[in-house]
């Protein structure tokens, strides 16, 4: 059993920068491949970023690439996505999300989701 607690949302211009962080809970943190992914109103929940367990790979949404960084720290049991050169349409919901098995692309293969936090960039 994984609890997740996504922080580091808020309002920021065009061009500007947040980290979001997402504590869990768990002593299995580290066997976990961990997502963040995001949904807009009137939109389905759409794949950002994933991080291996280990932390030795990651992959990214074409829409994000070069802009977000995904990292871990399993002896703090936290996911971050350190998100810069943010566009209006990066405005949306964003969740963090673990996993057993591969890195996945698909929300339906992630077992535990944290509430999520917004996250709105202004023009």
């Known amino acids: 059993q994984v609890q997740l607690v996504e922080s580091g949302g808020g309002l920021v211009q065009a061009g500007g920068s947040l980290r979001l962080s997402c504590a869990a809970s768990?002593?299995?943190?580290?066997?976990?491949?961990m997502g963040w992914f995001r949904q807009a109103p009137g939109k389905d929940r759409e794949f950002v970023a994933v991080?291996?367990?280990?932390?030795?790979?990651?992959l990214y949404a074409d829409s994000v690439k070069g802009r977000f960084t995904i990292s871990r720290d399993n002896a703090k049991n936290t996911v971050s996505l350190q998100m810069n050169s943010l566009k209006p349409e990066d405005t949306a919901v964003y969740y963090c999300a673990a996993a057993e098995g591969s890195m996945y692309y698909t929300a339906y293969e992630y077992d535990y989701w944290g509430q999520g936090t917004q996250v709105t960039v202004s023009s």
């Open positions: 768990g002593r299995t943190f580290s066997t976990y491949v």
């Open positions: 991080i291996s367990w280990s932390g030795d790979s990651t």
